[in-house]
């Protein structure tokens, strides 16, 4: 069992940015691969950005150069750091914890940029 907890998110103006944390506790030993989602208003859910164990990482088109995702040594955080934010990456952030045989995901996190 992994429980997430996303935290970080907020309001911010467009080119600012803000780091967002995921801290899982349970068997995080047994997590493969870290991934942040987001569904914005009345949209899909899409990938942002995926680090799997061993740090190959994965990022959307419309967040390359922008976002950065990282895990810490113990495995027990994920960041994403996020720059020159831009209104449309306003929406609901997800971590999501994946094992052998098993998915997690956290309950979300607000990230809303506006002027």
């Known amino acids: 069992q992994v429980q997430l907890v996303e935290t970080g998110g907020g309001l911010v103006q467009p080119g600012g940015s803000l780091r967002l944390s995921c801290r899982a506790t349970g068997y995080v030993s047994a997590i493969y691969k870290m991934t942040w989602y987001r569904q914005a208003p009345s949209a899909s859910r899409e990938l942002v950005a995926a680090?799997?164990?061993?740090?190959?990482?994965t990022y959307a088109d419309s967040v390359k150069g922008r976002f950065t995702i990282s895990r810490d040594s113990a495995g027990d955080t994920t960041y994403l750091q996020m720059s020159n934010l831009k209104p449309a990456d306003t929406a609901v952030y997800y971590c999501v914890a994946d094992q052998l045989a098993a998915q997690y995901w956290g309950r979300g996190t607000q990230v809303a940029v506006s002027a």
């Open positions: 680090i799997a164990r061993g740090g190959t990482t």
